[in-house]
C-alpha cells in the first residue's frame, strides 16, 4: 500500500512534468536563425526550438526548401541528443513538443563551429588539395568563427580566445565533447548502414555557465554516405543539386529510429 | 709553457675551421627559393645559402627588388641566430661567409610556417574583422601549410599530421621554440626601439632528425614598428608601395647591430 503510494507520487509527477511540456507554449519570438526559430517560454531558462523547412548553403548565397527537413530533423536531432545524454554528454535537449517543435534549456551560444572530419570532403578537401574521400590516419577537429559575414573562418585556438569566442579551458570541455559525441556517432549511424563523413556541432552556456551541446544533428549537419553504395544522404544533395533530397533524410531518421 | 701549448692547438683548431668556413665554396646548386638560393658544398650535411635582392608579395603576384636586401638579411640573421643559439634553439646557421652568403646545416624543410602574432595586422586583421594594432590578450601562434597553389592556407595540428607535415610531437617541440624564440625576438627589437608586431619562421631537420630553426629572421618575415612613430620597418614598405624601403631595412639592421 505504503509502495504502491509512492509509486503513485512518483508517476503523476512524472505525467504532470511531460503535461508541463506539452502544454508548453511559445511566448516571444526570440531569434530566426537560417533553419530554425527560438522563441522564449514561461520558463525564462526554457526555451522552444521551432525546425524550418528552410535551406541554405555557401553561407547562404543559395537558397531553397527542403520539403518536412524541419521535422526530420527535429525528431533526428530529439533521437541523438537523448542517446548522447546517456554518453555523458549534457546538452541542451528537454523534451519533443510536436513534429517541429522541441523544449530546450536557454544557452548562449558559444561562437565557434566544432568540426569532425573522419573521411576528408567538401571544403577542406579544396583548401588542402586532397582527394575528397581520403581517410586520414588522425582525427581531425577544425573550429570555425560563426560569422556570416567573415564567411566562418576556420581559426585555432589561439584566435578563439583572442576573439573572446572561449577560454583555453572551454575549449579543452568542447574538444572532449566533441571526441565522445564523434565516438558515439560513428558507431550509430555505422550500425544503420551510414558512414559518418564529418559533421558540424555547436555548443552553448546555460545560465550557470554549464556547457551543452546544442543546435541540432541532422542531415543538414552531417555528410552521411551508404556504406553499401556511397550515395550522398545528406545537405550536399541540396548543395550540389543531386536531386532526392526529401528521401533521403527521409530514409536517415528510418535508419536511425 | 704547457698551458701556452694547449691554448695554442686551440686557437690554431679555432683558426682552421674558420678558414674552411670562409674557403668553402659552392658546388652544385640546389634549390632557389623566392628570396634565395640553396647550393651544395664539399661536405654532403651543409648548404651555402645565397641571399637575393628579389622581393615578392601576396603569393608571388607581385615581384620587384629591394636594392642590397641580401645583404641586410644575410647580417641580420647571421645575427639573430647566432644569439637565440645561445637561447637554446639549434638552428641551422653555422658562420657567414660574404655579404650575401651563409653556411648551414642542411635541413629537410618542414612544409609548415610558424606566425607569431604579438600585434593583429595583415591577413589575420582582415580574415577575423579585427582592426589592425589590436593587442591581442594572448599569444597567437598559426601555423600555415606551404604550398604556393594553395595559397599557404591556414591550418590546425590535427591537418599538419594528416598532411604528413609533422607529427604532434614535432609539434610540440616547434611551438616550444616558437614561444622561446618570440620571447628574445620582442625583448631584442624593443631594445633597439622596436615593436615586432608579428613574424613568421620556418623549420627543418637535419640529417639526425634534429629540429633545427631554418629560413630567415629579417624585415622580409617580420612586420616591425618604430616604437615611437608607428613607422613601418619591413616588407609591407614594399607589399604597399609606401616608398623608403631600402632605408627601412638598413635602419632595422643599424637598430639591431
Not at 32 to 42: D, L, M, P, R
Not at 192 to 217: R, W
Request: net charge negative.
Amino acid at each position: 500500500m505504503f509502495c504502491l503510494g509512492i509509486i503513485g507520487i512518483f508517476t503523476l509527477a512524472l505525467s504532470k512534468l511531460s503535461a508541463q511540456h506539452v502544454f508548453m507554449e511559445r511566448k516571444e519570438f526570440i531569434y530566426e536563425g537560417k533553419a530554425k526559430q527560438v522563441y522564449s517560454t514561461e520558463d525564462p531558462n526554457k526555451v522552444i526550438i521551432f525546425y524550418k523547412d528552410d535551406a541554405t548553403a555557401f553561407n547562404a548565397q543559395k537558397r531553397g526548401t527542403v520539403q518536412e527537413k524541419g521535422i526530420v530533423n527535429n525528431k533526428m536531432t530529439a533521437i541523438l541528443f537523448k542517446k548522447l545524454a546517456q554518453e555523458g554528454v549534457p546538452n541542451h535537449f528537454i523534451d519533443q513538443l510536436s513534429d517541429r517543435e522541441q523544449l530546450c534549456h536557454k544557452v548562449e551560444i558559444v561562437p565557434l563551429e566544432f568540426v569532425v572530419r573522419n573521411v576528408i570532403a567538401g571544403s577542406m578537401a579544396k583548401r588542402l588539395g586532397i582527394e575528397e574521400g581520403t581517410v586520414p590516419p588522425n582525427q581531425i577537429i577544425d573550429i570555425c568563427y560563426k560569422k556570416d559575414e567573415l564567411g566562418d573562418p576556420l581559426i585555432n585556438d589561439d584566435h578563439a580566445v583572442a576573439l573572446g569566442a572561449a577560454s583555453y579551458e572551454d575549449l579543452k570541455v568542447m574538444y572532449a565533447y566533441t571526441r565522445t559525441i564523434n565516438d558515439f556517432l560513428k558507431a550509430e549511424f555505422d550500425k544503420s548502414g551510414i558512414t559518418l563523413v564529418d559533421f558540424k556541432i555547436e555548443f552553448g552556456k546555460d545560465a550557470n555557465g554549464n556547457i551543452l551541446l546544442a543546435d541540432e544533428i541532422s542531415p543538414d549537419t552531417c555528410r552521411l554516405w551508404d556504406k553499401e553504395t556511397g550515395k550522398k544522404m545528406d545537405k550536399d544533395r541540396f548543395r550540389r543539386d543531386l536531386g532526392n533530397v526529401e528521401e533521403a533524410y527521409f530514409e536517415v531518421l528510418n535508419r536511425i529510429s
